[in-house]
Nanobody, 123 residues
Framework: QVQLEESGGGLVQAGGSLRLSCAASGRAVNTYAMGWFRQAPGKGREFVGAINKSNSRTYYTDSVKGRFTISSDNAKNTVYLQMNSLKPEDTAVYYC????????????????WGQGTQVTVSS
């Protein structure tokens, strides 16, 4: 069954904003670490940021600090990725992931993955 489901991707002009959502279900609900990763064509999966749902601490890769914000609505089992001031280099498929590890940046530490949602930023 679906454990994580992303939504909110699309096409936006440079400088614009998008908000991605990641709804958890089943066993994925019982995790405290929610991460966002992205993968551009021909590149590996890159850590974007993460949130510890138990204390709301967030972590970001340097390239998105000040532009992206991760938040969590635990009552809805949903995590959000608010992306502002988007740049063409942000174009990628974005994935959310859930797990119970403090190694937020390591994709191998996550147990559940969403199917991905495409974000395209035009110049």
């Amino acid at each position: 069954q679906v454990q994580l489901e992303e939504s909110g991707g699309g096409l936006v002009q440079a400088g614009g904003s998008l908000r991605l959502s990641c709804a958890a279900s089943g066993r994925a609900v019982n995790t405290y670490a929610m991460g966002w990763f992205r993968q551009a064509p021909g590149k590996g999966r890159e850590f974007v940021g993460a949130i510890n749902k138990s204390n709301s601490r967030t972590y970001y890769t340097d390239s998105v600090k000040g532009r992206f914000t991760i938040s969590s609505d635990n009552a809805k089992n949903t995590v959000y990725l608010q992306m502002n001031s988007l740049k063409p280099e942000d174009t990628a498929v974005y994935y959310c992931a859930a797990g119970n590890s403090y190694y937020y940046g390591d994709p191998k530490q996550y147990d559940y993955w969403g199917q991905g949602t495409q974000v395209t930023v035009s110049s």
